[in-house]
Each structure stands twice: as C-alpha cells, then as structure tokens.
C-alpha cells in the first residue's frame, strides 16, 4: 500500500500555528511576564528617582516622557531577545527539528511565527511602560502627533523587535544553554543600553564622540522615537548629536532590519531545518 504523504498547510497557517504555541508558552512563563512588565518600570521609576537631579520644571514632562519610551523600548528589547533566545535554544537542544523535519514545515513560517509572537509580546511591555510614565506626569501631547511620526513610530518599533530577535537567534548560536540564555540576554541588553547612554537618550555621559548613537539600532530606533513624540523642537537634552530624523536614518534601520531578516532565515534553514529527519 502506498502511503500518502501529509499534505501541507498554507504558510500563513504554518505561521499563526506557530505564533499561537509560542505565545501559549510564554504565558506560562512567569519570569518572561515579570520582564515584560515589572522589569522596565522598575528601572522607569528608579531612574527618575536616582538619576535624574534637579530637572528643568518646564522640561520635566518631556523627560519623563522620553525615559518612558527608553525603558518601553527597552523593555521590548529585554523580552524579544531573552524569549527568542532561550526558546530557540531550548528548541535546538532538545532536538524538536528533527520532528518537524518529517513533515512540510516551513523554516520561514516558523520563523515569522516566532518573530509575530515576539513582537507582540514586546508590544505589551512598551505600552505598559508608556502608560506608567504617563500616569507619572510624562508629556506625549497625543494631540499633536502626526500621522506621519505615527508611521515612524510603529515602523521602527517593529524594525527594532525585528533586529533584537535576529540578533537573539545569533546569541543562541553561541550559547546553546538555554538555562543560561535569559540571564545572559537580559545582560547583554543592560550593556548595549549602558553603553550607549540609556539608549541615546543621555549622549553626554559618553565620553568620547557620541555620534555612533545615531548608527546603532538600539539607541537609533530610541532617539527617532523620542524625536516623533516629542517633536526636534522639544529633544535639546538628547543632544549633540542632532537628533535622528532624516529618512536616511529610517533607511539605515530598514537595512539593519532586511540583512539580520536574511541571517535569521539562514540560521532556521540551516541549523533548525538543515539536518536529517
């Protein structure tokens, strides 16, 4: 009897299955909840009471603001890479490919699957830490956002959860301890927030020229979100350098975006997708 091989499900409902497991994974993760939620506003609230000294009253409200789209980025930033990380390294580690090899899966419906669930996920620690620092006095002044710093708005934060879980799959590679993987993550992304002064938003606590702010995806996809909120006219405390609002800029996060995309799809074809059933 000749058996008849499984028949394959479109792509796009290969991708909301995937999307769906993973994000029923992670609601049962109570350490992923906590850095999606409590971990961004901690560092909000603590930032605001250590680190900030004797603002300026008329420019406290864009401060507060601006720390809250740092630490809602941030926050984003912390849970796409310890999630992305530590699930594809648990996936890997426990040989869960080999199964899917068997069937018609494909690599890149896993991967957008993964990329949707971590993007949402990240969308709800960013507007969780927005609305905490809203609550707090920051000035968003909804009102006079445009539709186009909306399109920026959503666009870089997209781009930016996009990079964060490329450079994740990377990071995976390297560490393939899964048990590891969310403490190292969440460390990696205090350092690239320190190092490039919260993010960019604090470009004078560098000590040499602060200008690769602008260049990194990070402290970019930060400073072109603060600089759509608030307006250039209100962003004077995040500058020199000017701050980020040519299109190039949002071209140079497109291309971060499009080149970790294609190293991402590599890595799911050719070490998740690439060996034997």
């Known amino acids: 009897m ?17 999307t769906r497991r993973q994000l029923q994974q992670l609601r049962r993760n109570k350490l992923i909840i906590f850095l999606a939620v409590g971990w961004p506003v901690l560092w909000y609230f603590l930032t605001m009471t250590v680190f900030i000294q004797d603002p300026d009253p008329d420019r406290l409200g864009y401060v507060k603001a601006a720390n809250g789209i740092t630490y809602g980025l941030f926050g984003a930033f912390t849970v796409t890479v310890a999630v992305f990380a530590g699930e594809f390294a648990r996936d890997l580690e426990s040989d869960r490919y080999r199964k899917l090899r068997a069937m018609p899966v494909s690599p890149t419906a896993d991967l957008a699957g993964r990329f949707t669930a971590g993007t949402v996920l990240g ?55 899964p048990e590891h993987m969310t403490t190292i993550a969440v460390v990696v992304v205090l350092m690239a927030f320190y190092l490039t002064g919260f993010n960019g938003v604090s470009p004078g606590m560098i000590a040499d020229d602060p ?23 209100n962003v004077a405390f995040m500058t020199p350098p000017e701050a980020p609002t040519s299109i190039t800029y949002v071209g140079l996060l497109i291309g971060y975006a499009i080149g970790l995309c294609a190293v991402a799809v590599g890595i799911m074809k050719r070490f998740a997708y690439g060996g034997a059933p």
């Open 2 to 18: 000749i058996e008849t091989p499984p028949r394959a499900v479109p792509w796009t409902g290969q991708a909301r299955t995937f």
């Open 123 to 177: 969308a709800g620690s960013y507007v969780v830490t927005i609305l905490a620092a809203a609550v707090h006095g920051g000035t968003f002044e909804i009102g006079n956002i445009s539709p186009a710093s909306i399109a920026i708005l959503g666009l870089s934060f997209v781009l930016f959860c996009i990079i964060a879980m490329a450079l994740a799959m990377l990071l995976a590679l390297v560490i393939p301890k």
């Open 211 to 233: 200008t690769f702010v602008n260049y990194l995806p990070n402290s970019l996809a930060t400073r072109m979100q603060i600089a759509a909120w608030a307006g250039t006219e």
